[in-house]
């Protein structure tokens, strides 16, 4: 039975973009600290799933204590707009390059080639109440559909393009997707905040 450092190089290995050997440098890193540190680090991710919760609105993570985020609350956020990802740190990356001011909506993940089930890895039927919610009440007129550039990011792209097909035409609505300033491979969350810039400014129709 593996002892406890092998347990958190283990937990830490799982984490996205982490590999074994910074996996066991994060547990030498949590022996160099004090009782009372790691105490501290035990009772947040104690607190985690109870304090941070799931916008109802856009389904980012938050921890305002509301049932909605910040975001959705701004009245100052253009709600013409919507710009559609997969997970949260590429929000926060958006977020960081200041030039999006509009509303968004986190997939949850990203559909992957020959996924025989694509509604089962994101949230599509969210994304389709909170389209036909955001026509009726904030006078939605543009979709921005902004996935990573890699095979995975356009599959999910294209079928999202799919399925939002109807509703685009059914209220004539803009389907946009960034401009090339992001490199084939790169990952929204990795990319600097003005590479974001120049994508999303030169997003064209799709």
Known sequence: MPDVFEKL?????????????QARRFVYHLLGRSESQLKEFSDLVGELKKLVKTCSLCCRFHS????????????????????????DSDLSAIEQSGVYKGLYFVLGGTVPILEKEPERKIRIRELLAQILER????????????????????NTASYLRSRLEKLVKEHSLKLAAPGRGLSTGLELEYSDPETIKNALERRSGV
């Open 9 to 21: 190089a283990k937990i830490f290995k799982d984490f996205p973009g982490i590999g074994p050997r």
């Open 135 to 154: 026509v009726k009440k904030d006078k939605l007129r543009e979709i921005i559909i902004s996935m990573n550039v890699n095979p995975e990011g356009e």
């Open 64 to 87: 305002s204590g509301a049932a909605v985020c910040a975001i959705c609350r701004d009245k100052g956020r253009d709600r013409s707009t919507l710009l559609v990802i997969s997970k």
